[in-house]
């Protein structure tokens, strides 16, 4: 129940197209879900986050779209370029009384390739 | 800013060998601490988090250990390595409060030959 299944595991889209990443969870505690970005040899970077009291958050090229219902959230990359090659993590956690955090429970990844 | 400092950046040692990896995180107090190790291709396994000086929960049992002996530093180690131990180690830290966002160092690259 504490797991966050990431899908696909590998993706290969052409420049200018869109990018879909999908994340499903069953803990309906779960109240904040970040996407982070990960380029080779270096620590992820957090990219965009959400609450569940939105359905939808954009960030220039990039969109989480949130369905509460399905307990489903999506990274969407807009006008894909190659320089958005990398590892993408979504995640999620639970805010703990007091307003301390829970521990992320991370996705598996999605290796991103953007082909010029 | 607050700044997060692992080292060393890759690493190989033998068999059967001790470990230490150290982290250090500047500009912030009382933060969260995190170990994680990602194996080649696969996502990030959660070793270790600290939520102050000597409180350490594992989250995998395994040849690993890991201690806080201040409030801004964090040290994975291993008396003896395992080929099994190999993989890319990453340092995070997180506000104690607030907004949950972790804060990643840029990683150590074990190869345990």
């Known amino acids: 129940q504490q797991q966050v299944k990431q899908s696909p595991q590998s993706l290969i889209v052409q420049k200018g197209g869109i990018s879909i990443i999908n994340c499903a969870y069953e803990?309906?505690?779960?109240?904040?879900f970040p996407w982070y970005q990960q380029f080779p040899g270096k620590g992820p970077a957090l990219l965009i986050a959400?609450?569940?009291?939105?359905s939808e958050k954009k960030e220039g090229r990039f969109t989480i779209s949130f369905n509460k219902s399905a307990k489903q959230f999506s990274l969407h990359i807009m006008d894909s370029q190659p320089g958005d090659s990398a590892t993408y993590f979504c995640?999620?956690?639970?805010?703990?009384?007091?307003?301390?955090?829970?521990?992320?429970?991370f996705g598996k990844g999605t290796k991103l390739s953007v082909k010029p | 800013s607050q700044t997060i400092h692992q080292w060393p950046a890759t690493l190989v040692q033998p068999v059967g060998s001790p470990l230490s990896l150290e982290c250090t995180v500047e500009?912030?107090?009382?933060?969260?601490l995190y170990w994680y190790r990602q194996a080649a291709g696969r996502g990030l396994q959660l070793l270790f988090y600290?939520?102050?000086?000597?409180?350490i929960s594992s989250e995998v049992p395994q040849n690993l250990s890991a201690s806080r002996p201040q409030d801004r530093q964090f040290i994975l180690s291993s008396k003896k390595l395992l080929l099994s131990d190999s993989g890319f180690y990453l340092c995070?830290?997180?506000?104690?409060?607030?907004?949950?966002?972790?804060?990643f160092g840029a990683g150590t690259r074990l190869s345990v030959l």
């Open positions: 995640a999620a956690s639970i805010t703990q009384t007091g307003g301390s955090q829970g521990n992320l429970i």
């Open positions: 600290s939520v102050g000086i000597g409180q």
């Open positions: 959400i609450r569940p009291d939105v």
């Open positions: 995070a830290w997180s506000p104690r409060t607030g907004k949950n966002i972790q804060y």
């Open positions: 803990n309906t505690a779960f109240d904040y």
């Open positions: 500009g912030t107090s009382n933060p969260n």
